[in-house]
T-cell receptor, first 115, second 108 residues
């Protein structure tokens, strides 16, 4: 597609439920990233995928968080047993490579609210 | 550890005044730094990259390795510059480390 697409744009869920957030990167971009944007906290790195390599999961805050990327394209971020502190905007970004210089193209994000 | 700091959460200036958004970093290597901007109700987007030495929308940023800084500057602020600005460091060619952001408010 022309840009990075994320769905849903908004999600309200009850505490303890599981949620899935979807990201469709720019076609041909081999690198895909997930970040979390909390009020007043800036952007927190969660996970990134580069081609067929094993993902860097070093930013995932707990084992309730997981992500996969199928066929080197679409990615799904799953949060199990959601907690109120998981409420944030989840941003996906992609780039042609993890190499330097390019910067990212961001999606518009999914606003998750856990009640 | 790699780290980016932006000391000002909020910066207010009047239209036509100069603006400087501060960014400092800690990094053991040759840093590559970026500025991202998020306008109201828009997605986060790349503003400029230090390696390009470019000027975008009148903004410039110079990498000062001695002071480990990458401040964003514009000589004459415009109301449409009001946005959230994030400084970011490329982390060894992998992910980016972002600062906490500075909200710029340009007053009429």
């Amino acid at each position: 597609g022309a840009g990075v697409s994320q769905s849903p744009s908004n999600k309200v869920t009850e505490k303890g439920k599981d949620v899935e957030l979807r990201c469709d990167p720019i076609s041909g971009h081999t690198a895909l990233y997930w970040y979390r944007q909390s009020l007043g906290q800036g952007l927190e790195f969660l996970i990134y995928f580069q081609g067929n390599s094993a993902p860097d999961k070093s930013g995932l805050p707990s084992d309730r968080f997981s992500a996969e990327r199928t066929g080197g394209s679409v990615s799904t971020l799953t949060i199990q047993r959601t907690q109120q502190e998981d409420s944030a905007v989840y941003l996906c970004a992609s780039s042609p490579t993890t190499g330097t210089n390019y910067g990212y193209t961001f999606g518009s994000g999914t606003r998750l609210t856990v009640v | 550890a790699q780290r980016v700091t932006q000391p000002e959460k909020l910066l207010s200036v009047f239209k036509g005044a100069p603006v400087e958004l501060k960014c400092n970093y800690s990094y053991s290597g040759s840093p590559e730094l970026f500025w991202y901007v998020q306008y109201s109700r828009q997605r986060l987007q790349l503003l400029l990259r230090h390696i390009s030495r470019e000027s975008i929308k009148g903004f410039t940023a110079d990498l000062n390795k001695g002071e480990t800084s990458f401040h964003l500057k514009k000589p004459f602020a415009q109301e449409e510059d009001s946005a959230m600005y994030y400084c970011a460091l490329n982390n060894y060619g992998q992910n980016f480390v972002f600062g906490p952001g500075t909200r710029l408010s340009v007053l009429p």
